[in-house]
């Protein structure tokens, strides 16, 4: 059975910085892409980041380039989002995801992502 487990989201004022933790179970982790995804009230699912089987890879959307990183600790089976300088436009729930394939090159779309965690809220407030 595949598991998707996210952590770490809460309430932060804008500036300041959350890390997200997906903790795996049951899927090929250490030769899987993993994103992590975004959806605000009211919006689509967009995609935030995501990084190849070996971690040397990642790519990230243009509104969260340079605040964001994602990283991943194949030992652990656990993917994480580090969160920096947090803006009011971040709000959302994050979910974590993972690819079929090792690699998921720039700007992937919720349907190359086969399985998905329950996701976690991140609130910022102005």
Known sequence: QVQLVESGGGLVQAGGSLRLSCATSGLPFSSSAMGWFRQAPGKEREFVTTINWSGLSTYYSDSVKGRFTISRDNAKNTVYLQMNSLKPGDTAVYYCAASRRRASGPGPQVTDF???????????SS
Not at 114 to 124: E, P
Request: a neutral charge; zero cysteines; charged letters at 0%.
């Open 114 to 124: 086969g399985s998905w965690g329950q996701g976690t809220q991140v609130t910022v």
